[in-house]
């Protein structure tokens, strides 16, 4: 009978025991609000951060190429060279490109403009679903499409015509050209702030390079091993090819979400960790208004260990406690978190993510279970650690020195 004592107390006092002693009944309140607080903002903050990972890896990665083949003086037979290009190891799609850099200009306001030249023979699948999106096709001569970005700074509306100003090469002399404007998309990353599309063919009029193109866009099935295969495919190519892969171009953006991710995380948990530790001050107090009682009840022939079990289930029920609320309120964020956001911008009518310093515009949720699991560990191992000490003192009293001078 005995036996069942430490869980019965144990169980009484977490549900009972703070109305004689209203300080200890608001410590237990804080430190259950606090577990629930810090479990569910890392779950919370740990799936946005996965989200962030997942669309580097999936949207952004799927629109920038893996690998990008250059060559040095351009290619006139690129057709053979993509079918050869192609039936490499690793390479999943080849699509010939140009590109040309410089300004777009209307209404006497400029912005920096990445024009980028596309056959639909060997369109880039990412592309190609953003522009179906936007039910658009790729554009025909002296047309170009716009990101939804730089059309809203410049103010410009389908079938208007926009100058495209290319700053002189060494030697050379800058030049403009006049292109309609066709159609209007948007990949909600960061390259909506200059990227432009047009045909193969006029951007490599505008590069100087008429009927030339100068390289591929590469996706590889490897996208993390796209520099050794890059390599790999230099050792297989002709004589002129270069490469530039995604690290190079998006890589301190992905060292960048890791770093936030991580660092994120660490700070949290110390949330939790403090947590945990009000759980070690309301259990002291616990102990100190109960030491009669816990003397009673050793005169009543409970043993050492028995008390030790008792304030270790009293203080491993608000740590469960306060992670299961945790978890659930972190859960229903993961799923509520995007939309607040959003009416919550519509309200301030301003915008929390923009592309010109964030990668994407929207909130991404990633919910991982098995970071829930590990948080759920984590949490349970603190609150474990946290509850030793004041049991082990409540053991210790002493009955004789307690009621000595009890009637």
């Known amino acids: 009978m005995l036996r069942s004592v430490p869980l019965f107390v144990g169980l009484r006092y977490f549900t009972a025991g703070g109305r004689s002693n209203l300080l200890v009944s ?42 990008e083949l250059l060559h040095n003086n351009g290619i006139s037979d690129w057709q053979g060279q993509r079918q050869l290009i192609a039936g490499l190891n690793h390479v999943s799609e080849v699509s010939p490109y140009n590109q040309v850099e410089g300004l777009l200009y209307s209404r006497q306001q400029s912005k920096p403009l990445r024009l980028l030249g596309l056959t639909g023979e060997a369109m880039p699948a990412g592309l190609q679903a953003l522009l179906l999106e936007a039910d658009l096709s790729l554009p025909g001569a002296d047309e170009m499409l716009l990101s939804q970005s730089l059309a809203e700074d410049l103010n410009v509306v389908v079938g208007q015509r926009l100058t495209v100003i290319i700053p002189a090469a060494s030697g050379g002399q800058t030049s403009a050209y006049s292109l309609r404007l066709t159609g209007i998309f948007a990949s909600h990353t960061e390259l909506d702030q200059m990227l432009g599309l047009a045909s193969l063919q006029q951007v490599a009029e505008i590069a100087g390079v008429p009927g030339l193109v100068q390289g591929f866009r590469l996706q590889v099935d490897k996208q993390f091993d796209a520099r050794s295969i890059g390599y790999g495919l230099l050792e297989q190519l002709p004589y002129g090819y270069g490469f530039r892969d995604w690290f190079q171009t998006h890589g301190n953006l992905y060292q960048a979400i890791q770093l936030s991710r991580n660092m994120v995380g660490l700070l949290i948990f110390l949330i939790v960790a403090i947590a945990a530790f009000n759980v070690v001050s309301m259990l002291m107090m616990s102990v100190v208004s109960k030491r009669k009682d816990i003397a009673v009840l050793q005169t009543l022939g409970l043993s050492s260990d028995g008390i030790l079990r008792l304030f270790l289930i009293q203080g491993a029920m608000i740590g469960l406690f306060g992670i299961a609320l945790g978890v659930a309120l972190g859960v229903a964020g993961c799923y509520w978190v995007a939309d607040f956001v959003g009416w919550l911008e519509l309200l301030l009518n301003t915008n929390f993510l923009n592309t010109a310093v964030y990668p994407i515009d929207y909130i991404p949720v990633d919910l991982r279970w098995s970071d829930v699991a590990a948080i759920v560990a984590v949490a349970v191992v603190l609150n474990i650690l946290a509850t030793i000490y004041p049991a082990l003192r409540a053991s210790r009293v002493a009955p004789a020195d307690e009621l000595r001078y009890d009637g």
């Open 26 to 67: 608001f410590i237990s309140m804080l430190a259950i609000a606090g577990m629930a607080l810090g479990v569910a903002l890392l779950v919370v903050v740990l799936s946005v951060m996965n989200g962030f990972d997942r669309e580097l890896r999936e949207r952004i990665l799927s629109v920038v190429p893996h690998i």
